[in-house]
């Protein structure tokens, strides 16, 4: 089944609103990774957070983990129009190397209205 | 540097026909996946790929599918006979595989709509 489940499955939100997306997981992880989707194109890599991490930035981004309560949330701030898309996380299990497959979750479609 | 580039963006095919999906990976890498994905669903994991061997097969249906790497040339992930439950986006994603480096780098898919 499915590592990855995500919520909200869609949310809407104002241009300047902050959005939050959460994605819970099964087993244990190496790492969980966060993509981007625009419509009708491929997934693009934002932010990836190792399993002995509990927090990382990168820009706008704000990622968090918890192992004990498998799941993660990414953040973003001040969201602008253009980040109109779907976000998936992605799960590496644990055991494996590091460059194993990665398991997507449903996704959650974030549109930003201007 | 270019990226993941597959080919073609688009096929159809008939019912019966073969369907065959070219992916190749960004320079220098030598782990390829492939995905699946549905409207509107997330993506499914297939196969994964080193050079000329497989690696992970276990998200590849046991019939009409099959996937090669080959040591020269791009990967190629081939579906026989195709039925309209095929119709879907196909992604493929490489990785350098190095240890540390855990993000995968995506083409911009191949849909394939089956009449």
């Known amino acids: 089944s499915q590592q990855g489940e995500e919520d909200p499955q869609a949310l809407s939100i104002q241009e300047g609103e902050n959005a939050t997306m959460n994605c819970s997981y099964k087993?244990?992880?190496?790492?969980l990774q966060w993509y981007r989707q625009n419509s009708g194109r491929g997934l693009v890599h934002l932010i990836l957070i190792r399993s002995n991490e509990r927090e990382k930035h990168s820009g706008r981004l704000r990622v968090t983990l918890d192992t004990s309560k498998k799941s993660s949330s990414l953040l973003i701030t001040a969201s602008r129009a253009a980040d109109t898309a779907s976000y998936f996380c992605a799960t590496r299990g644990a055991g494996g190397t590091s460059y194993g497959k990665l398991i997507f979750g449903q996704g959650t479609i974030l549109t930003v209205h201007p | 540097n270019a990226g993941v580039m597959q080919n073609p963006r688009h096929l159809v095919r008939r019912r019966g026909q073969e369907a065959r999906l070219r992916c190749s990976p960004v320079k220098g890498h030598s782990h390829v996946y492939w995905y699946r994905q549905l409207p509107e669903e997330g993506l499914k994991f297939m196969v994964y790929l080193q050079k000329e061997n497989i690696i992970d097969e276990s998200g590849m249906p046991k019939e009409r599918f099959s996937a090669e790497f080959p040591k020269e040339g791009p990967s190629i992930l081939r579906i026989q006979q195709v039925v309209r439950g095929d119709s879907a986006a196909y992604f493929c994603?490489?990785?350098?595989?190095?240890?540390?480096?855990?993000?995968?780098?995506f083409g911009e898919g191949s849909r394939l709509t089956v009449l």
């Open positions: 994603a490489s990785s350098s595989g190095q240890v540390g480096t855990g993000e995968l780098f």
């Open positions: 087993t244990s992880i190496n790492n």
